[in-house]
């Protein structure tokens, strides 16, 4: 499994697909720049006259929640009708889900447009199958695996791959689920660390369509190795994020798979 999940990395960066995310104003500098490191191309699009062509050449669509407005919500249900017309994949990462009815009720109509992925912590995929109304804003106030439940529930709903990310990362398709438990608490300081797992989790889908599932594994286990590693580095928040860009860039397969602790399955 570790081989495979390689593989879809180094396809990432052999491929470089066209990744285009509508995402919020913190982190689309983060973002992009991510994606770049990894090996992808990234754009950002929003305007109604383009945002459906894009997605039409576009390998995978990430729709990211966090900083929401009319126009930019109509942009965003353009998009994912488009890309589920196109039977493209498609992320949603559900920032601050449960956190106001606005962010509610659009998910909502996001939800109808079938995301292959729905990647969020566990307070918004709690918030998102309505089990807990204490989503404080951005940041989770519950562990991962509180949320396992909720994530079936929400997988067998939705027939996404649900992830949910924290100190140990779930990954569920249907009856199955698998945990990673790489990362470091100090990821958690960087705004957009989710994000960025969402927009990664986008690429690992673009070149691995058929199976989302291995996809949304290969790009958590890629976080995950990629933030421990710049933790070793890094003296605080600040440089975490700049060793976080370089070991994405530069990160090998030996150190990859000495490092991926996949744990639990089911
Ligand atoms: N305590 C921790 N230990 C190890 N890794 C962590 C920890 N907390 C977060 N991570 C990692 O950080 C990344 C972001 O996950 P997190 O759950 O913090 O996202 P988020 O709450 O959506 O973040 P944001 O909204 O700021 O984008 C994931 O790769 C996750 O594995
Ligand atoms: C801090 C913040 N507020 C809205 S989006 C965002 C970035 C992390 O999700
Ligand atoms: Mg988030």
């Known amino acids: 499994m570790q081989e ?4 879809i990395i180094s396809a990432v960066r052999a491929q470089a697909p066209l990744v285009h995310n509508i995402t919020n104003y913190v982190v689309m500098n983060n973002t992009a720049n991510a994606l770049l490191a990894a090996g992808a191309s990234p754009v950002m699009a929003h305007a109604h006259p383009e945002v459906q062509d894009m997605v039409s050449i ?4 990430v729709i990211n929640i966090g900083t929401l407005d009319e126009y ?3 942009s965003m249900g353009l ?3 488009q890309a589920h017309a196109l039977q493209k ?3 949603l990462d559900p920032v601050g889900a449960g956190a106001t009815p606005y962010r509610n009720q659009v998910l909502e109509e996001l939800l109808t447009y ?17 089990t807990s109304s204490k989503t404080k804003g951005v940041d989770s106030t519950h562990q991962s695996q509180e949320a396992l439940t909720a994530g079936q529930e929400l997988s067998a ?18 009856n199955q689920y698998h945990s990673l438990s790489n990362g470091h608490p100090l990821m958690a300081k960087v705004t957009g660390m989710g994000c960025t797992a969402s927009a990664l989790t986008g690429a690992c889908c673009a070149v691995q369509p058929e199976d989302p599932f291995t996809a949304t ?44 602790k996949l744990g639990e399955s089911s």
């Open 4 to 7: 495979r999940l390689w593989d």
């Open 79 to 81: 998009a994912t009708q």
């Open 217 to 260: 594994l290969a790009a958590m286990a890629l976080m995950g190795v990629t933030g421990e590693v710049a933790a070793e580095q890094a003296n605080g928040p600040g440089t975490l994020q700049l060793h976080f860009l370089d070991g994405l860039h530069q990160l090998s397969k030996e150190a990859f798979l000495k490092r991926v």
């Open 89 to 91: 994949p498609w992320v």
């Open 58 to 61: 576009a390998s995978a669509l």
């Open 114 to 130: 079938k995301p292959t992925v729905i990647r969020g912590n566990a307070s918004e995929i709690m918030a998102l199958v309505k």
């Open 72 to 74: 930019w919500v109509e």
């Open 157 to 174: 709903a939705t027939g996404a791959v649900v992830c949910i990310s924290g100190a140990t990362d779930l990954i569920i398709h249907q």
